[in-house]
């Protein structure tokens, strides 16, 4: 079997060539920096999927003297013959001068044969000093392509392409932190028409990174269900002394019962999210809504929230359920917190009477009071009586999960989940609503799903995931 191929990641200081290897390596812990010089020694990135390597980036230095490095192998070369001779003993004898370290640096992976992948600023212009750095890499007669890698507000891509075609086999424009993941793999595949050698090995490449894309997708849609039956399924509970009655349930007991729940829904929603970020190796994810300040408006239990995600009652009723089927909580119901609502006292046990608005009145949470085959008696607050809650934290799922799926791991800036002001599951199919109603029903009443319905469950979220992107992708849809 051929060995996977490397690519060397060349070119001048602070271009972009460590936000290219950390995109095409999908390794969000590549340092990028705005000084120049944070690349200091060539390391080696391999892009694996199931345990085998399809290829590997290495990150090098920048040229540093390029104009002495083309001086000095001109003067040693005699004919084009030995070019790639003449490179590789100006490595050898440089090797340990400090004036050539980050020069030796980045050749060396190309005496070794790796291919060359040569990053410009498309937003300054092209000199003699990039020329000078074109043509040692010419020298080394590795296949080659370039990338215009635009950072800055101009753009002087005309001229480079004009000038990196003269050099380049294959010049290419290419946003290391916006370049959809189509644009990842024709990279690859422009690549394995320049090295025969390399075609068939790239070819598999692309394969398997568009067979991963597809089963992330489809384990993220099992992620998300596993949450959303553990949400809607949590209860939490206090024993009660021998001696306590029902009376004498305070409000310290029902406001600590009450702020147990919040917290470990809240929490639940954050191991959802890390989950879905590490399958796609977003390891160093920073996020707008501050974690733990949860009284913002992207709070899971803010106003903004359930007016974003809220399903309508139209499709309440095509999920097979109306307002009919939200009650016979009773008057035992005490629902979350002041943004949904003032609290009032109910039946002798305290709670807080609330309602949030999306098409009728919603009702989440209960408190109860239970008696155990002992004798002992039980304060338990949840599970969640309503299904809206869920579609609320459906919703914020599948757009979290939307940003992951599309960010290259070249973005440094913080995740911004704000979505578009519409509700994209009215596109969803009737038979997948039925099901995924079913489910959270089911969870709810605390019953556990058969394998049956969860497959099917499983399987209703990933068409969600899939009418969610294609609500994106409608015109008047601004992100």
């Given amino acids: 079997m051929k060995s996977a191929p490397n ?24 340092a990028i920096a705005l000084e120049p010089g944070t690349t200091r020694a060539r390391q080696a990135y391999p892009l694996k999927v199931d345990g085998k390597t399809l290829y590997t980036l290495i990150d090098t230095p920048g040229f540093q003297r390029p104009r002495r490095v083309l001086e000095w192998l001109e003067a040693h070369s005699v004919s084009a013959s030995d070019h790639s001779e003449t490179l590789r003993a100006f490595v050898v004898q440089h090797k340990s001068d400090e004036r050539f370290n980050d020069e030796c640096e980045l050749l060396t992976p190309l005496i070794d044969g790796a291919g060359i992948i040569y990053v410009v600023d498309g937003s300054v212009p092209y000199s003699a000093e990039h020329e000078a750095e074109m043509t040692i890499l010419r020298w080394s007669g590795r ?63 692309t394969q398997f990174l568009s067979k991963q894309r597809q089963q992330r997708q489809s384990q993220s849609a099992g992620i998300i269900a596993k949450a ?13 002394a021998n001696n306590q009655s029902t009376s004498a349930i305070d409000n310290s007991l029902a406001q600590e019962l009450k702020t147990s729940w919040y917290q470990r829904q809240r929490m639940r929603e954050q191991t959802l999210r890390i989950d879905i970020e590490h399958l796609y190796q977003h390891q160093r994810i920073r996020r707008q809504e ?54 009032a006292l109910l039946g002798g046990l305290l709670g807080a009477a609330g309602s949030y608005y999306y098409g009728g009145k919603l009702l989440l949470p209960v408190l109860k009071i239970g008696l155990l085959n002992n004798g002992l008696k039980t304060a338990t607050f949840g599970p969640v009586q309503d299904s809206q809650f869920a579609y609320v934290v459906l919703g914020r799922a599948v757009d979290h999960w939307w940003h992951i799926s599309h960010r290259n791991h070249a973005g440094r800036d913080m995740l911004d989940l ?24 089911k969870s709810r009443k605390q019953q556990n799903l058969d394998d049956s319905l969860q497959n099917k469950f499983h399987q209703a979220l990933e068409k969600c995931m899939a009418v969610y992107e294609e609500w994106l992708t409608k015109p008047d849809i601004l992100l």
Avoid: C
């Fill in 143 to 205: 296949p080659s392509l370039a990338l215009i890698n635009t950072i800055g507000a101009d753009d002087y891509s005309d001229t480079w392409q004009a000038a990196l075609g003269q050099f380049f086999q294959v010049v290419r424009k290419f946003d290391a932190v916006r370049a959809p993941f189509e644009k990842h793999l024709s990279l690859l595949r422009a690549f394995g028409q320049l090295e025969p050698e390399w075609e068939k090995t790239l070819e598999n490449a």
């Fill in 290 to 343: 501050a974690e733990l300040q949860w009284h913002s408006d992207n709070d899971l239990f803010s106003e903004n929230s359930r007016n974003q995600w809220a399903v309508s009652k139209r499709y309440l009723a095509t999920a097979g359920f109306g307002a009919g089927a939200l009650s016979g909580v009773g008057i035992d119901a005490l629902t979350f917190g002041s943004s949904f609502g003032t609290g």
């Fill in 7 to 30: 690519f060397a990641v060349v070119g001048h200081p602070n271009k972009g060539k460590s936000s290219i290897v950390a995109t095409l390596s999908q390794n969000d812990a590549i």
């Fill in 418 to 441: 704000i979505p578009a002001d519409n509700h994209w599951i009215e596109g969803l199919d009737k038979e997948s609503r039925k099901i995924i109603q079913k489910a959270l029903d």
């Fill in 228 to 240: 959303l039956t553990d949400m809607m399924f949590y209860a939490v509970k206090r024993t009660l």
